[in-house]
């Protein structure tokens, strides 16, 4: 797997400056790319950036090799696919909650991160066998900010979590960290309250309950995932989404919801017209069935909305703030519907709760794998040895303009 | 205690339509008062109010009188002290959460609601001699919207509590229901969180922890509660008071909380300038002591403020919205520094635990009664048999002005 025999031995610039740990032997200035074998190096790439700003601009793509001579409980690791999310392009910019370490362990000249945080490798090589993974097996990171955007990447063993493979496409593997995995824990952790006789914690939703959940930004890959568990949890969902440019794909998209599992969808419009009130009684039966969450990853008035639609003692979970916009909260909404308010980080939830998160991955990966778990419309982007930085920063760049027609998702061929 | 003998006997209005379990015969009209005695009726006066609006528009005082037969769960109260809270003007503005039943009951022509949520009455006569309170006793209302701006009432003593006179002034004892109960209960239900492992749930500050809490409107009934049973229960307090008058009446102020027991006294320009993060990290430690626990009753920019002084997992718990400004959210706050924002309202908390009411009120009429919790500055507001309507009806309406040196209080003497 390390030797790709077919690989064109072109001029290629290289490392001169190699640091710590993932480097283990100075390369010499060399103006070939060397084939790596059982026992050669082997040449990566990696987007970096060194400073926070616009992808476009602060995005450098850095060529290195990785020594043959792993530690012992590293794995080498080769990219198969990594998506381009939100909270990825908002690290880079530097509004992200937090930012990696700048570091010079892949010889950058200048101390610099590796961006991505989703992703799915295969394992090329292993420092001991007696790891529990293997060559050939498929992990995805275990940790946050692990730095996907590169073709090879040499980690810890405990950094991976080997994922079954059977049966999956690598698009599919690559997507399970964030978005399914989010949806995932915030419908599992949280809904209807038991009261404030139980010290107002929040307890689930009751899977098989039939009861309501509403979401704003529900075609995103968190909303579509949590239409999908939804469903299969016997919970029924209300999906706010923003007008397409035209009618018809409106219509569109609200058909491609529904077909997922979508009880209602309404357009944001619809959402904040005033007329939304009457409607939501209709839909929850003049409020006699509860809607005891609220999923929002948007902000601002929507935000409001969602926390308005929500009935006595129900919680809004945000996790995202796509409109920049800070939420307006009435304080009697508080007060006396009792409404709370929280917010939801995946990477401190991973940090916290490793067993749980390899469960949770395991269960999605099943899902997707009995076709259960549907993916998010994906435009793939070919990374292959030739391919041009600014093409990948370009797509990055884009990457958080709306209605795309697909999250753009590294797809790594020729490496 | 029926018969008031030096009550004179002028011409007073008098009800003509009874209706309801509270009057037990119709009076015909007269022109005279009863006098009472073991078997005579009771005169009584209430304020009530049968329409929403400005409290000097819509308050009126009603006449009625009170049959000495009493069902047999019943008793006969004679109100001793009743405060003037906000919530119970806001009640009568209607924008408070829960509205008052209108009713006949009292034998007003058009249907009405008696305002006054806290107060304490003595126990005048029982409806069997079996029952938990005897004649003497001091009873606070067990319930939401008791309707304490009267002279007398039949209640059904499971509304009521009985307290431990014994110490106490009336004033004292009418002044525990609402104020110092809502500190208490924030501080017992609220504070850093156990983390997400444990489910998101909230936990109390640790008694004895020095953990601190941050407030605004610090000068409020609850605020001053809330300092002086955080101190007793070892924990630490910021204060954040408006700017008075002048610069002498402030000092004066924060010198009143820091006898209290308040270890941070801030006015709300500090609070709201740019150099109070600075000063924060100061009285911090550089955040190495957490702030888990906020108090708001403003809203606007002081709650974001509030929001944003709490430590990591912090949770921010609003009680009121003084300023009637909605809180600004960034979603920032909610995802990566995991703050959790959510209401507290007393009277639902009342209705869903009786038992642990009980509890606390002994608890804090022990503290009174020990000196170990201070009253609010109070403004004594006489009420006696001949009191004009207007009189009281202005009170309240004064009751919603800031600085007015103290919480207006009716103080029954000869009804």
Same mark, same amino acid.
């Given at each position: 797997m390390l030797a790709r025999s077919h690989r064109s031995l072109h001029a290629l610039p290289c490392t001169r400056r190699v640091l710590g740990a993932q480097i283990r032997s100075p390369l010499s200035q060399q103006a070939v790319r060397r084939k790596s074998g059982p026992y050669g190096y082997t040449q990566a790439k990696a987007l970096v950036f060194s400073q926070n700003g616009e992808p476009s601009e602060v995005l450098k793509l850095h060529t290195h090799s990785i020594s043959?001579?792993?530690?012992?409980?590293s794995v080498l690791l080769r990219a198969l696919a990594a998506p381009i999310n939100p909270a990825d392009i908002n690290t880079i910019q530097g509004t992200y909650g937090s930012q990696p370490s700048f570091t010079s362990l892949i010889g950058t000249s200048s101390p610099s991160a590796i961006p991505g945080n989703e992703g799915v490798f295969e394992v090329v090589a292993t420092g001991d066998s007696s790891l529990p993974v293997h060559k050939g097996d498929w992990v995805v990171p275990a940790v946050a900010q692990f730095g996907t955007w590169r073709t090879h990447a040499v980690a810890d063993v405990d950094e991976v979590l080997k994922i079954n493979k059977e049966g999956l496409r690598a698009t599919q593997a690559a997507t399970i960290s964030v978005n399914p995995s989010t949806a995932y824990r915030i419908l599992r952790a949280?809904?209807?309250?038991? +009261?404030?006789?139980?010290?107002?914690g929040m307890r689930p939703?009751?899977?098989?309950?039939?009861q309501w959940f509403i979401q704003n930004g529900a075609n995103s890959g968190v909303g579509r995932a949590a239409i999908q568990l939804g469903r299969l949890w016997g919970l029924r969902s209300i999906n706010v989404i923003r007008e397409r440019e035209s009618e018809q794909e409106t219509e569109s998209l609200r058909a491609e919801l529904t077909e997922l599992g979508a009880d209602v969808v309404v357009t944001e419009k619809q959402f904040l017209s005033r007329e939304w009130k009457d409607q939501l009684a209709e839909i929850t039966n003049k409020g006699r069935e509860h809607i005891g969450l609220g999923l929002n990853c948007v902000g601002g008035k929507s935000a409001t909305a969602v926390a308005r639609s929500l009935s006595e003692s129900g919680t809004m979970v945000s996790y995202? +703030?796509?409109?920049?916009q800070p939420i307006a909260l009435p304080v009697g909404l508080l007060i006396f519907k009792d409404i709370r308010v929280v917010g939801f980080w995946l990477s401190r939830w991973n940090q916290q709760d490793a067993a749980g998160r390899k469960h949770m991955i395991d269960y999605i990966v099943d899902l997707i794998r009995e076709g259960k778990l549907r993916d998010v419309p994906l435009r793939e982007v070919a990374w292959n040895w030739e391919t041009d930085a600014s093409v990948l920063a370009q797509e990055v760049q884009g990457g958080l303009k709306g209605f795309k027609g697909g999250k753009g998702i590294f797809v790594f061929g020729d490496t």
């Amino acid at each position: 797997m390390l030797a790709r025999s077919h690989r064109s031995l072109h001029a290629l610039p290289c490392t001169r400056r190699v640091l710590g740990a993932q480097i283990r032997s100075p390369l010499s200035q060399q103006a070939v790319r060397r084939k790596s074998g059982p026992y050669g190096y082997t040449q990566a790439k990696a987007l970096v950036f060194s400073q926070n700003g616009e992808p476009s601009e602060v995005l450098k793509l850095h060529t290195h090799s990785i020594s043959p001579s792993l530690p012992k409980r590293s794995v080498l690791l080769r990219a198969l696919a990594a998506p381009i999310n939100p909270a990825d392009i908002n690290t880079i910019q530097g509004t992200y909650g937090s930012q990696p370490s700048f570091t010079s362990l892949i010889g950058t000249s200048s101390p610099s991160a590796i961006p991505g945080n989703e992703g799915v490798f295969e394992v090329v090589a292993t420092g001991d066998s007696s790891l529990p993974v293997h060559k050939g097996d498929w992990v995805v990171p275990a940790v946050a900010q692990f730095g996907t955007w590169r073709t090879h990447a040499v980690a810890d063993v405990d950094e991976v979590l080997k994922i079954n493979k059977e049966g999956l496409r690598a698009t599919q593997a690559a997507t399970i960290s964030v978005n399914p995995s989010t949806a995932y824990r915030i419908l599992r952790a949280y809904g209807p309250s038991a +009261g404030i006789s139980a010290g107002l914690g929040m307890r689930p939703l009751e899977v098989g309950s039939g009861q309501w959940f509403i979401q704003n930004g529900a075609n995103s890959g968190v909303g579509r995932a949590a239409i999908q568990l939804g469903r299969l949890w016997g919970l029924r969902s209300i999906n706010v989404i923003r007008e397409r440019e035209s009618e018809q794909e409106t219509e569109s998209l609200r058909a491609e919801l529904t077909e997922l599992g979508a009880d209602v969808v309404v357009t944001e419009k619809q959402f904040l017209s005033r007329e939304w009130k009457d409607q939501l009684a209709e839909i929850t039966n003049k409020g006699r069935e509860h809607i005891g969450l609220g999923l929002n990853c948007v902000g601002g008035k929507s935000a409001t909305a969602v926390a308005r639609s929500l009935s006595e003692s129900g919680t809004m979970v945000s996790y995202g +703030g796509m409109a920049r916009q800070p939420i307006a909260l009435p304080v009697g909404l508080l007060i006396f519907k009792d409404i709370r308010v929280v917010g939801f980080w995946l990477s401190r939830w991973n940090q916290q709760d490793a067993a749980g998160r390899k469960h949770m991955i395991d269960y999605i990966v099943d899902l997707i794998r009995e076709g259960k778990l549907r993916d998010v419309p994906l435009r793939e982007v070919a990374w292959n040895w030739e391919t041009d930085a600014s093409v990948l920063a370009q797509e990055v760049q884009g990457g958080l303009k709306g209605f795309k027609g697909g999250k753009g998702i590294f797809v790594f061929g020729d490496t």
